[in-house]
């Protein structure tokens, strides 16, 4: 081991350049810590004994870290999971994770007295680095591929980072920066390949494994979620927690180890290629067709090779998505949790929604998304062209019209019969987004049953017109429902949509093809598409 003030950029030994942080813990009383930690501010550096700065008076902090684990409600509801946590780095000074990283980077250039640095970045690192470089009176060259949106590299330039932007893609960049800093002999960051990275990542574990024992233990113990789930561009962010997490294993601070769900945007998925294929190396790809820059790590070389390991040795899964479907998982998660999340982050939640349907991820498990930053600007493509009306007051420019008549004939407009639906759902919060969505759309008008009894007596008075259950119900559930009305000569012939996560037996499978109209597994009905489908088995 070499102590990290005399560390030269690669292994003595084997010259390796990814390494790892160890700390000298012999003397650590981790109990002691714990309990001073309860009286520590939330930043990431109230975990300082475990970060790599010699002397806490060179750290460069904007309150980063310490952000909220939300509980998602009406998308939790939605996917059918009890525990579905949001770790809202959107919240970081400069609005993505790369906040942690920006911190420990710019506080040991600080330590190594070092006053200049070139760095090569997709948008959001050189954001960050921007900001805390200019309170530590670090210069910076931003070195950017063209596909970064002009909006990031603007932000970076009005924190005072030169910006130069180039018309290769991000490995390209990222080798032009190098040969840069090497001609003007100014520090280049490593990148994935620095301890600081990794062990600001780190930080993210740390926090989760308290918020959680909050939520679960009363704040007695700490507590690692099943799952943790990114999406992966280098890979720095799932390397550090995972690190972190097997840290607080071997303190006795938690008892697992989190399974990793990577998910990669599918114009540029060299991991999970790789990992399809059983292979331990990745391929390199070479023609990225994803516009999501934040994700276009072409080649992702070792860290590919690290999350592999971990995910041979304690469970994971990698998964692509493609550009479109991060888009749509972006409006629902904005229009179910209020949560507007950059396309990166939208490709997370396009992964978690397929990780839910193949049943990677079940409804018990305690899952934590990275919402890894914040959609500012929201892109064009997120919202489509009809997002807002525009009312034209150029005629009147004395008393603008007020634009009555034409909404009104609009609302007017509307088709008049009216259909009726039963939803028979015991999930208060499902049960209201499946109203929420069926009233929006179409002419329908809703009627709730929290169980299947409750259920029956409604369809009995109202004579509905198509009637959506959910099959596990305490008391009467969905195959009795289902039972009741077939053998009922006033109900047998009312469409039936069955909405499960249940995971169906032969038996089951072949009782529900043979009596109703349509099966949809939970967190497949996200939005309009389900609305569609409902209203195609009305008309
Ligand atoms: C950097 C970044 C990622 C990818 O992070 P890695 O852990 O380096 O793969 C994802 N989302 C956002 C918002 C990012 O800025």
């Known amino acids: 081991m070499t102590a990290l003030n005399e560390f030269t950029g690669a292994c003595p030994n084997c010259g390796d350049k990814l390494v790892e942080a160890r700390y000298d813990h012999d003397n650590f009383d981790v109990q002691a810590w714990l309990q001073d930690l309860k009286n520590r501010p939330s930043t990431l550096w109230r975990y300082h004994e475990v970060l790599p700065i010699y002397d806490t008076d060179n750290i460069i902090s904007l309150n980063e870290g310490g952000t909220p684990l939300i509980k998602s409600r009406r998308l939790a509801a939605t996917l059918g999971l009890k525990h579905l946590y949001l770790k809202d780095e959107r919240q970081g000074p400069t609005g993505s994770f790369k906040d942690r990283q920006a911190t420990v980077a710019i506080s040991a250039l600080v330590e190594k007295d070092i006053d200049e640095v070139v760095v090569a970045s997709t948008g959001n690192v050189a954001i960050a680095y921007s900001a805390y470089g200019a309170r530590a009176g670090i210069h910076l060259w931003a070195f950017f591929p063209q596909l970064t949106p002009n909006d990031k590299m603007r932000e970076a330039a009005l924190y005072g980072a030169e910006i130069i932007k180039t018309t290769g893609n991000y490995d390209q960049t990222k080798q032009l920066a190098a040969s840069f800093a090497k001609n003007k002999d100014i520090f280049l960051d490593r990148g994935i390949k620095s301890v600081a990275a990794i062990e600001a990542m780190k930080t993210m574990a740390y926090e989760i494994a308290e918020q959680l024992g909050t939520e679960f233990h009363d704040g007695e113990k700490w507590r690692a979620p099943d799952w943790f789930l990114q999406g992966v561009s280098g890979g720095m962010g799932p390397i550090g927690v995972g690190k972190g997490f097997r840290e607080m294993l071997d303190f006795g601070i938690t008892d697992s180890m989190p399974k990793m769900g990577l998910i990669q945007s599918s114009g540029c998925a060299p991991m999970v290629e790789a990992f399809n294929r059983k292979q331990r190396v990745a391929t390199p790809v070479e023609e990225s067709t994803t516009i999501i820059a934040t994700l276009a790590t072409g080649t992702p070389g070792r860290a590919y090779e690290i999350l592999y390991d971990y995910v041979e040795d304690y469970g994971g899964h990698f998964i692509s998505a493609s550009d479109e479907e991060a888009f749509q998982a972006i409006r629902v998660l904005a229009q179910q949790d209020g949560m507007s999340v950059e396309p990166a982050t939208g490709v997370t939640f396009a992964g978690l929604f397929k990780m839910v349907r193949e049943g990677v991820i079940k409804p018990d498990d305690v899952v934590v998304v990275n919402v890894s930053g914040h959609t500012l600007p929201v892109e064009t493509r997120i919202l489509g062209e009809q997002w807002q009306k525009l009312i034209d007051l150029s005629e009147t420019p004395t008393s603008p019209k007020v634009p009555e008549a034409s909404l ?10 009216l259909k009726r639906v039963v939803v028979i759902e015991d ?26 009894a409750a259920g029956l007596n409604i369809m009995r008075e109202i004579e509905p017109d198509l009637v959506i259950t959910d099959l596990m119900m305490p008391d009467v559930d969905g195959f009795t429902v289902i039972n009741t009305m077939k053998a009922d000569d006033g109900l047998k012939d009312i469409p039936i949509v069955v909405v499960s996560a249940k995971e169906l037996t032969v038996q089951e499978q072949q009782f529900l093809d043979n009596n109703i109209d349509m099966l949809l597994q939970k967190g497949s009905f996200l939005d309009d598409s389900f609305v569609e489908k409902i209203i195609s088995r009305l008309n």
């Not at 009104?408 to 008049?416: C, E, L």
């Not at 999930?427 to 299947?452: K, P």
């Open 408 to 417: 009104i004939s609009a609302v007017s407009a509307m088709p008049v019969q």
């Open 427 to 452: 999930n208060q919060a499902a049960a209201r987004l499946m109203s929420r969505l069926l009233e929006g759309r179409e002419n329908c008008e809703v009627y709730l049953a929290h169980n299947g």
